[in-house]
């Protein structure tokens, strides 16, 4: 059940978390594609671009999502699971893989029946998937060998 608890923590974050693009697009034309105009989103960029030019609308990268995806949520990913996971530390690994890709087999699943791009999407960044699993594990091994060192510690001075 905690797997559960943790792969459905993984969907949370990724459905609250911020946006890949920001709603703003810039017009941008030859030569030099220089910045023409910002609009609120790509429907009114399109609909003012300039004929008999070469210009392209694009969207602007939200400067805090990489972070939130490279650094905070692994991390908080692999705190919480050692804060739900019970057990041996390898088996605490083990469920915190088996709630992660579980969860991400149940949004393919989903995407495949509403949205043929979103499984697109799924795959293309299937590698972050496995750095994202990787550093939580990493932090749930860590926090583990911390609190196991931690006691250790408190046990030695309980003693003398």
């Keep these: 059940m905690s797997a559960f608890a943790v ?3 993984f969907v949370g974050m990724t459905l609250l978390g911020p946006h890949w693009y920001k ?3 810039e ?13 609120p989103d790509i429907t ?8 008999g030019r070469q210009c392209g609308c694009s969207s602007l990268q939200n400067e805090w999502a990489p972070l939130y995806s490279n650094y905070f949520a692994p991390v908080a990913l692999g705190i919480v699971a050692w804060f739900l996971l019970r057990g041996a530390r390898l088996m605490r690994v083990a469920w915190l893989n ?33 750095y994202v699993v990787l550093v939580a594990s990493v932090v749930l091994i860590a926090s583990d060998l911390f609190a196991h060192g931690i006691a250790q510690v408190l046990r030695k001075r309980a003693q003398s």
Excluded: Q
């Design 44 to 51: 009114k960029c399109s609909a003012a671009m300039p004929t």
């Design 98 to 130: 088996i709630g992660f890709w579980g969860s991400i087999l149940i949004m393919g699943v989903y995407y495949a029946f509403t949205n043929a791009e979103g499984v697109e999407g799924l795959v293309l960044v299937f590698g972050h998937f496995i």
């Design 23 to 25: 709603k703003e697009t």
């Design 7 to 9: 792969g459905a923590l």
């Design 27 to 39: 017009l941008r034309c030859d030569p030099g594609w220089k910045l023409v105009a910002v609009y």
